[in-house]
């Protein structure tokens, strides 16, 4: 028999049965669909990650506070301690000691309700100083940053992001205007251009940027005003951040007095550190993903091969006429694995197609991108051929070993 004799016996046998056959397609469908949004999703999760960590800023350190301990014996966790000032952020800053720091940006933030007329918003109040713009690499939409002149002053000035600017003051511009923050008016000079949500899921445009000594004097009202809960370190290229990183570390050791590495009240992290966090957490959310949708892929092969069975069992007596006309094994296997990788290759375009329209759809309903590449759905639609064939394997050789005096007896 030729094979475009075979294939067209095969389709038509698929189509003698079509509910039957929709049916086994629709496993393989569902299984290929759930293995390319998973890979998908974790994919765009990863690019969503590093683009999120690049937007802190380039060649970037940072630095935080250590934690504290309760008379209790409670951890408070990293960060809690009070460990920073804006002294250690001044220190970095000289060249002598740290020749590979280009700048230094030291950040302290409370959460306080902002006030513009009949309008309010809860937001953080973040003081820092003029080099955050440059280190966090972030730039305005309108208006301007303040300068060291309003630090050294503590001018009662504000940036804004956009966010907190859109929910004060609507879709008109909020430079010039006045906002109250714990009784304090500061004066709108800027708005940050948008930058989205960080790693951590921070909402970058929602905040209010205030010099630091404003920050202290006036908005803090904490009682150790001089702390910061964050130091921006930015080295001076690529090449020289981990000397940048070297230079932080052994600095803030010396003004800590801290004599041994291990004992060191405060945690210096990069960006590949942070990068290579959050992307081993999204793998190993991707693996358990694809498993689970692995084993979909496995119920439709069952059910390929029950098919398949199936239909060598209703058709021994024509298995049997075949043979007995000249019809050799290899042609009879050859028919029932057309069959079976047909239903493999309809499952494996169906579920191509439904991944690409889950790829469309499932962006509006959550943050987070899906990444689909030509090269996934390719070979998508081969695993399932395969699935087709490997499952098909044993009914189609059964099927080419009967004897055709017993196919023909069968009743």
Known sequence: MKLRDTLSSGFEALLGHGLRSLLTILGILIGIAAVILTVGLGEGAQSSVSSAISSLGSNLLVVTPGSTTSAAGVNGGLGSASTLTLADADALESKRVAPNIASVAPSAQTISTLTAGSSNWTTSVVGTTPSWLQVRDRSLAEGSFFTHQD???????TVLGATTAENLFGVGSPVGQTVDANGVALTVIGELTSAGSSSSGTNEDDMALVPITT?????????????????YVEADSAAGLSGAYQET??????????????NADFTITTQSQLQSTANSVNRTLTDLLAGIAAISLLVGGIGVMNIMLVSVTERIR??????????APNEIRRQFLVEASSLGLLGGIGGVLLGLVGAIVLPHLESNPVTISPTAAIGAVVVAMAIGLIFGVYPASRAARLSPIDALRNE
Do not use: C, F, M, W
């Open 151 to 157: 630090v050294n002053g503590a001018a009662d000035v």
């Open 318 to 327: 024509e298995i049997g006429l075949r043979k007995a006309v000249g019809a």
């Open 215 to 231: 920050y202290e004097q006036q908005v803090s009202g904490g009682t150790n005003p001089t702390s910061v809960s964050t130091i």
């Open 249 to 262: 570390t052994d600095l803030l050791l010396a003004l800590h007095h801290i004599n041994q590495p291990a």
